[in-house]
């Protein structure tokens, strides 16, 4: 994916900058294999997944470490019929706002962490990704 780096400087400086915060993170772009080791390692989940987040403790210098698999969210964006770069910069806004202490197991969390990454993607000038009827090619008639 071309430019990935700047995307990924944008996705986050635009989820921090919505959230009224600063800060540093790591982001880790890896393969399927490593991500999976990842999740079952810190999850106790065999699988391999998109985005992880672990958010540093309080008081810490940096917000903590995201790692993404590349393979994963490609696949995801071919399945959903979405840009890979739209679908990666949505993932690092999620990531971001999970370090940030967003989560989505209630509806409520859920509703308003989806609201938020909707407002930081439109920013970015990227479709907001829980909106129905959205394709690579634009809206579905």
């Known amino acids: 994916m071309p430019r990935a780096e700047a995307l990924a400087r944008r996705a986050v400086e635009a989820a921090l900058a919505d ?16 991500i999976r080791r990842l ?8 699988k391999a997944t998109n985005v992880l987040s672990f958010p540093a403790p309080y008081g810490s210098l940096t917000l903590g470490d995201l790692a993404l698999s590349l393979g994963v969210v ?25 370090l940030l202490g967003h989560d989505h197991l209630a509806a409520g969390e859920a ?23 959205w394709t690579r090619a634009g809206w579905a008639a």
Do not use: C
Not at 19 to 31: A, E, P, V
Not at 39 to 46: D, L, P, V
Not at 111 to 132: C, D, F, K, Q, S
């Open 19 to 34: 959230q009224r915060t600063s800060g540093h993170l790591t982001l880790l772009l890896t393969d399927d294999a490593e």
């Open 111 to 133: 509703v308003t962490m989806e609201r938020a990454e909707a407002r930081i993607l439109h920013r970015l000038g990227l479709p907001n990704p829980w909106r129905p009827g």
């Open 74 to 98: 490609k696949r995801e964006a071919a399945a959903e019929g979405r840009r890979i770069a739209a679908h990666y910069a949505h993932l690092i806004v999620h990531g971001v706002l999970h």
């Open 39 to 46: 999740n079952g390692g810190f999850r106790g989940k065999e």
